[in-house]
């Protein structure tokens, strides 16, 4: 099996093993071919992308629980629109080493609200060639109960390098 993996600069052919997980095997060969085929010195490939849930060392309510990893979930661009709620990507970086030590931009855009639109919520985080990346946003607070699309980008200095879209619903998917 195969798909394609599509960021904002390129359009790789990307195979899956017979479990739908993206085959290790030729990744890196897919990847450089990819790194080659244009001429900037950063992208990312969106590797899985929709629901996620967090992996803890303890229970809950446990006092030291802490994240230990993040769970693939479905690839729906639906989500509920719940407290706990994790939705986004996953993306690899490909980039020549001297990016290394700069940063990315997480840029979620939220529905507009009744007064016009709403800022957007910021955070930055190293580049790390190579590494599977989370661009993930967790609805922890009542105040991001915000029905409608919204759209989350990975950007370098102003140029998206990857974004996807979300409808935040309050239906349950079947």
């Known amino acids: 099996m195969s798909a394609n993996a599509v960021c904002a600069q390129t359009d790789c052919l990307l195979q899956f093993d017979a479990n739908d997980q993206v085959d290790l095997a030729t990744l890196a060969e897919t990847l450089n071919t990819c790194a080659n085929s244009g001429d900037d010195a950063l992208w990312y490939e969106i590797m899985d992308r929709g629901s996620y849930r967090f992996i803890y060392t303890a229970p809950e309510g446990a006092q030291d629980r802490q994240i230990t990893g993040i769970s693939h979930v479905d690839w729906a661009s639906t989500v509920p629109m719940a407290l706990g709620t994790v939705f986004g990507f996953r993306a690899i970086g490909v980039t020549d080493d001297d990016m290394v030590g700069q940063t990315v931009e997480i840029i979620t855009h939220l529905p507009d609200g009744p007064d016009g639109p709403r800022?957007?919520?910021?955070?930055?985080?190293?580049?790390?060639?190579?590494?599977?990346?989370?661009?993930?946003?967790?609805?922890?607070?009542?105040?991001?109960?915000?029905?409608?699309?919204?759209?989350?980008?990975?950007?370098?200095?102003?140029?998206?390098?990857?974004a996807q879209r979300f409808l935040l619903s309050d239906v349950a998917r079947p």
């Open 119 to 162: 800022p957007p919520q910021v955070t930055t985080k190293p580049i790390i060639p190579g590494a599977l990346e989370a661009v993930l946003f967790l609805i922890g607070s009542e105040q991001f109960l915000i029905p409608g699309e919204w759209r989350i980008e990975l950007r370098h200095r102003g140029r998206i390098l990857a």
